[in-house]
C-alpha cells in the first residue's frame, strides 16, 4: 500500500535512485581511461616513473597521478551490480514492492511463528493442567512471575497488591470471583466496573454524607458517625440493587463487598462520598488476545496461587 | 585511474630475522589454533556466547554490563602498539601481524608446491600446461585447506568447538554457521593468498599514520647511503654491490634503499638478505639494519642510540600503560560476581497500611554472573524501623537473572514525607565477600 499521497514522490525517488547509481557508472567508467603525458620519471623514485595527469602550476608543479588498484575498480563495479541487484529484490524504488515481497510485518510474523513454535510446547503442557495443579509446578509459578512482572505490574503493582483503582490480587477479596476459573475469565476477557452515581438518587450532600457513614459502619469502621449512619441506612435502599443484602457486595456484577475493609478507592468518608456522588468506571483490559490462552492460563494460576496455598515454594 | 597489478614473488631468505618472524608465527598460532580445544569447568575455556551475551575467559564469566573491561583491553592494546611503534617501528607489521603470519604460512606453500622465486615468476609467464594446471591446484588446495580449517577455528570461538567439529563432520552445520565458515575461509584465502601487500598497501590505516607516530628516535630499518654509496658491481666504491637481493626478497616490493617508505612493512627480510651478503662479500653486516633518522644524521653509536630509547614519549607511553595495566587488573581482581539495580515501582509512590505504616514495592533485578548457584539475603535500610515485608531470601542458579518484588514497610512517622534515601544489601549466604549495596528512594505520602 502506498503512503504516498500522490505519483510524484514515487518518480522523485526512483528517479534520484536509479541517476544516481547510473552516474556512478559513468564516472568509474569515464576516468577510467588515462588523458594527458604518460609515465615520466620522477627523480629519487629509483628511477621508476608516475604518471601525472598533466596540469602544471607555477613551472614546475605537477599533479601526480598514482592510480589505484584495479582490484579496488572491480570492488566499485561489484556494489553498483549489487546495487540494482537489491533494488529488484527488495523494496527501495518507491513504491515497488520488490521481487521477493519482503515487508517489515512479515518478518515481525516470521519471528512470532518461530517463538510459537519453541515456546508453544511448553504453554501446551500447562494449558491441558488444571489451573490448580499449574499452581502447584515450580517451573510455571516461575513463569507465571515472570509473566506478571512483565504484563500486569504496571497497574496491580511489583508485589500485586494494587493501588488506588487497581485491585490487591494477594488477598481474598474478589470483586467478580475468586476461583481460579472466575480468575482466568477475567484475564482473558476483561472486566468493566461501574458504578452509577448516585447522588441525584439519594439527594441532597448531606443525604450523601449519611449513607457514606452508614457504609463505613457496615464494616465496623470507628471512622462511622453513629447518628449519620442511622439516617443513612434508610437512603441506602438505593444500593441494595447492586451490592445486595447488608452490603455484602455481588460477584455477578462485580459490586463490592462494603461490609469489608478493603477500599479499591480508599476508606476515607470523603472518598466514599465521591464514589457515590461521581460514580466510577474502571476497566480490566482483556489479555486473551495479545498473550494468548496458553500465557493466561499460566498467569490466572500464579495470580490464583498468591493468595492460596498453591503448594512448595519455587 | 587504475592500474593493473604487478604481482610479488618474494625470494626467500634466511636470517635472524626471518628465524624471529617464524617464532613469531608459531607462537601465535599455537594460541590461535590450540586456544578453543581448552577445557575448563566443564565447558569452553575461551567462548565468545554471542547468543546468550556472555563471554569466558576461563574462570572469568563477562556480561554486556562488564563491557568496560573489552574497552579498557582495546585502550591498552592500542597503547602497547603505539609504545612499541615509537620505539621500534613496525615490528607488529613485519612479524605478528595476521595478514604478515597468514602470508607468510601461504607463501611457504606456495614455495615448496611452485618452487623458488625464480621457478615461479617463469610458471606465471609460462602458457597452459597440465604441469602448470597441476601445480596451480595443488597450491590452491593446499590453501584452501590452510584457510578452512582458520575459518573453522574462528568460529570455534563463538560456538563450542567441539560441537562444530561433530557438525561440520556429519554437515549439519546451521545456514548461518555454514555462512561464518566460509566467509572467514574466503577472507584467510583472499587475504593471505591474493591480497597480500594491497591489503598493507591500500586498505590497512596503520600504513598511513605511521608518519605520526615515528620520531627521529625510532629504530626503523635504514639503508646507510654513506656507507653504502654511490652502489657499484665494481670494486672500491660504496658497500652496496647492487646485487638487488634486497629488492628480490621484499614482499612489499619496493627498494629500501630509497629510504623510508609507508609500503614497507618492517619485516627486516632486506636486512637479513643483505648480511648474508656482506657476509659471503667479507663486509661488515649491518648495511642495512635497524637504525634510527638522528643516528644516520648524526653518525650515533649503538650506545647513544640505546640512551635516546628512555626518552619523554617512550616513558609517557611506559607510564600510561602500567596505570591502565594495573588499575585493570586491580578490577578485575576485586570484581564481585552479582549485580544487582533497584528499580522503583511507579504505580504508586507510597501505600499506607493497617496502622498507618508506608509501604513501598520495589523490583530487584538481581544478577548472578558467577557460574554457581547461590542463596542471597536480602536486607535494607536507611529509616528507623524500615523493614523488609516479603521473603528476605532469593535464590539464583549460575548465570541467572531474576527480578525479585519485594515490599518495604516503615513504621508511622518514620522518614520525611516525599523521597527518603534508602539502601538494599544483598549478601550471599555462603561467602560474605558477595555483598552488593544499592542506593533506592522511599517515598512517604505526604
Known amino acids: 500500500m502506498s503512503d504516498f499521497t500522490s505519483g510524484f514522490w514515487d518518480l522523485y525517488i526512483v528517479l534520484l535512485t536509479t541517476l544516481g547509481i547510473a552516474g556512478c557508472a559513468l564516472l568509474l567508467w569515464s576516468q577510467s581511461r588515462h588523458r594527458g603525458p604518460a609515465v615520466e620519471a620522477v627523480p629519487g623514485n629509483g628511477g621508476k616513473g608516475i604518471g601525472t595527469t598533466g596540469h602544471v602550476w607555477d613551472e614546475d608543479l605537477t599533479e601526480l597521478n598514482t592510480p589505484m588498484p584495479r582490484w579496488w575498480m572491480w570492488l566499485f563495479y561489484i556494489t553498483i551490480v549489487f546495487a540494482a541487484a537489491y533494488l529488484f529484490l527488495y523494496p527501495g524504488l518507491g513504491t515497488y514492492a520488490g521481487k521477493l515481497g519482503w515487508q517489515s510485518a512479515g518478518a515481525y510474523r516470521q519471528e512470532l511463528a518461530k517463538a510459537d513454535s519453541r515456546y508453544g510446547p511448553l504453554f501446551d503442557k500447562y494449558r491441558r493442567q488444571d489451573l490448580k495443579a499449574v499452581a502447584a509446578d515450580p517451573q510455571a509459578r516461575a513463569m507465571g512471575e515472570r509473566l506478571f512482572l512483565t504484563y500486569c505490574a504496571q497497574c496491580h503493582g511489583s508485589d500485586a497488591r494494587g493501588n488506588k483503582g487497581f485491585p490487591n490480587l494477594a488477598d481474598r477479596d474478589w470483586l467478580h470471583g475468586g476461583d481460579p476459573a472466575a480468575i482466568e475469565q477475567t484475564i482473558l476477557h476483561g472486566r468493566h466496573g461501574v458504578m452509577p452515581p448516585m447522588g441525584a438518587a439519594l439527594g441532597s450532600d448531606r443525604d450523601i454524607e449519611n449513607v457514606a457513614h452508614y457504609v463505613l459502619s457496615l464494616s465496623g469502621s470507628a471512622a462511622a458517625d453513629p447518628i449519620r449512619s442511622v439516617f443513612g441506612k434508610g437512603k441506602f435502599t438505593a444500593c441494595l440493587a447492586c451490592h445486595g443484602a447488608g452490603g455484602t457486595g455481588n460477584q455477578a456484577l462485580g459490586a463490592p463487598n462494603l461490609a469489608d475493609r478493603t477500599w479499591l478507592y480508599g476508606g476515607s468518608a470523603d472518598t466514599i462520598m465521591e464514589t457515590i456522588r461521581n460514580g466510577r468506571d474502571n476497566t480490566m483490559p482483556a489479555f486473551g488476545d495479545f498473550l494468548g490462552e496458553g500465557k493466561v492460563h499460566v498467569l490466572a494460576a500464579y495470580v490464583w496461587g498468591l493468595s492460596n496455598d498453591a503448594g512448595p515454594a519455587p | ?446
Not at chain 2, 602497547?80 to 601461504?106: D, E, M
Not at chain 2, 617463469?122 to 602458457?127: E, Y
Not at chain 2, 548472578?368 to 536480602?378: A, G, K, V
Request: hydrophobic share 45%; net charge positive.
Open chain 2, 1 to 446: 585511474m587504475y592500474e593493473k597489478r604487478q604481482p610479488i614473488h618474494p625470494r626467500e631468505t634466511d636470517g635472524r630475522y626471518a628465524r624471529l618472524r617464524w617464532l613469531c608465527v608459531w607462537l601465535t598460532q599455537l594460541v590461535y589454533y590450540g586456544t578453543p580445544w581448552l577445557a575448563w569447568n566443564g565447558r569452553q575455556a575461551v567462548l565468545f556466547d554471542l547468543g546468550a551475551r556472555k563471554f569466558y575467559v576461563f574462570g572469568l564469566v563477562l556480561w554486556p554490563q562488564d563491557f568496560i573491561y573489552l574497552a579498557a583491553l582495546l585502550i591498552l592494546c592500542a597503547w602497547a602498539l603505539f609504545l612499541v611503534t615509537a620505539v621500534a617501528g613496525r615490528v607488529w607489521c613485519g612479524f605478528a601481524c595476521p595478514q604478515t603470519v597468514y602470508t607468510s604460512i601461504f607463501l611457504w606453500l606456495e614455495r615448496r608446491i611452485e618452487g623458488s622465486r625464480a621457478a615461479r615468476i617463469a610458471l606465471d609467464r609460462q602458457g597452459p600446461s597440465v604441469r602448470k594446471f597441476a601445480r596451480r591446484t595443488a597450491r590452491h588446495l593446499a590453501w584452501g585447506a590452510v584457510a578452512l580449517w582458520t575459518g573453522f577455528t574462528f568460529v570455534g570461538y563463538f560456538t563450542p568447538v567441539r560441537e562444530l567439529g561433530m557438525d561440520v563432520a556429519t554437515l549439519s552445520l546451521g545456514p548461518w554457521q555454514w555462512f561464518w565458515v566460509l566467509f572467514y575461509s574466503f577472507a584467510t584465502y583472499g587475504n593471505a593468498g591474493w591480497l597480500r601487500e594491497q591489503v598493507c598497501r591500500y586498505m590497512c590505516p596503520y600504513a598511513r599514520f605511521q608518519g605520526a607516530m615515528f620520531d627521529r628516535d625510532t629504530l626503523i630499518i635504514t639503508y646507510d647511503t654513506v656507507r653504502g654509496e654511490p652502489r657499484s658491481r665494481k670494486a672500491a666504491n660504496g658497500a652496496c654491490i647492487d646485487c638487488t637481493l634486497c629488492v628480490q626478497v621484499c614482499p612489499a616490493g619496493i627498494d629500501i634503499r630509497n629510504g623510508l617508505q609507508y609500503e614497507c612493512i618492517g619485516c627486516a627480510a632486506c636486512v637479513d638478505a643483505c648480511n648474508n651478503v656482506m657476509d659471503r662479500t667479507g663486509q661488515p653486516r649491518g648495511l642495512i639494519r635497524y637504525s634510527t633518522g638522528r643516528a644516520m644524521a648524526s653518525r650515533l653509536t649503538r650506545t647513544q642510540i640505546g640512551r635516546r630509547l628512555l626518552r619523554p614519549r617512550v616513558l609517557a607511553y611506559c607510564a600510561a600503560l602500567l596505570a591502565a595495566s594495573l588499575a585493570m587488573g586491580y578490577a578485575l581482581a576485586t570484581r564481585i560476581p552479582l549485580k544487582v539495580d533497584v528499580l522503583r515501582d511507579r504505580g504508586s509512590m507510597g501505600r499506607e497500611v493497617d496502622g498507618g505504616a508506608v509501604e513501598n514495592v520495589y523490583r530487584l533485578q538481581v544478577m548472578n554472573t558467577s557460574e554457581q548457584p547461590h542463596r542471597y539475603r536480602i536486607a535494607v535500610a536507611g529509616l528507623p524501623g524500615l523493614a523488609l515485608a516479603t521473603g528476605s531470601v532469593a535464590d539464583l542458579a549460575g548465570t541467572e537473572t531474576r527480578a525479585v518484588p519485594v515490599r518495604v514497610r516503615a513504621p508511622h512517622g518514620a522518614g520525611k514525607p516525599g523521597s527518603n534515601a534508602i539502601t538494599f544489601t544483598l549478601t550471599a549466604l555462603d561467602d560474605a565477600r558477595l555483598s552488593v549495596g544499592e542506593r533506592a528512594v522511599f517515598i512517604v505520602p505526604h
